[in-house]
């Protein structure tokens, strides 16, 4: 689906509007299309966003608007497939791991990017993607950047259950995961406590009524068909039965050997300490903390989380 603004009369797509292009991808059911929009521009330093999710959009990732262009840094947004400005087919098979690699490698080629410019950014779930492209694609690479998201989903879970867990109210608790046990997921009452005793305090440590719009616009996109076979239904953590419930790469970091950058918040949904670490593993690696952020530090510590990428991107050996 491609929203109407990016539609002219005849309904078709304008490729070049606004630096929007849609990329044919290739995959075992057929080729379909994904949405990509390139703002700036500048020949020897391209970023590649990669969005959360499972199954979110590019929307949330618009604060790069205010900090990225005026450092002279061009970016790319993308919706990965089945995002709601990409094709959105209704395969089961599609959803897996190795797939959606294949897809970004897919898009660095139609864009043209290469070792000389080419930087990957991926947040929450878009670091795992991050990650396992640049495990099997890393000569493609200038940089690589992993933001808030843990290399290791055992280690995750374990963080949710030992720590955060146990600081919120034990009576919403419960109710929240019996809620999680009906498969209940749709119930405004379990919306309604994971606002007041999750997302508050570890997602985006604002109030939910003022929430920014790109925010607002991602979360009510996110593809329910991916998020719930990858991520699980549950909040609080990926479900045993999901995808990626035994996702790990943290003794794999040691042998992705370009620059990079990890970014961790105090109030995150992830250790902070697990991401302080992966960044000491990672031969090239360093760490950048948020001391006021959570999940979506890139909104609630934003001074902090693009004076440090800026800083990041811009002093990348040529």
Known sequence: MVPPSYLDSSGRQDALSGGVRMIPVTTPSGTYRV???RIGNNPRLRVLLLHGGPGATHEYLEAFDSYLPAAGVEYYYYDQLGSAYSDQPDDP????LDRFVDEVEQVRVALGLDRDNFVLYGQSWGGILAI???LVHQ??????????????????NAYARDVLMPGMDQDALAEIQALEAAGAVEDP???ALLNEQHYVHHV???PVDAWPNPVVRAFAAINPAIYVSMQGPSELGISERAALARWSRFDDLTAIDVPALVIGARHDTMDPSHLAEMARRLPRGRYLHCPEGS?????????????????FLLGLPA
């Open 189 to 191: 009452r379990y919306m």
């Open 132 to 134: 396992e492209y640049a």
């Open 295 to 311: 999940h979506l530090a890139l909104y609630d510590d934003q001074q902090a989380y693009f004076a440090g990428l800026v800083d």
């Open 35 to 37: 949405w990509t929009k």
């Open 93 to 96: 098979t599609l959803w897996r």
């Open 139 to 156: 000569a493609h690479l200038r940089g690589l950047v992993v933001s808030n998201m843990m290399a290791d989903v055992p280690a995750y």
């Open 204 to 206: 985006l440590r604002m």
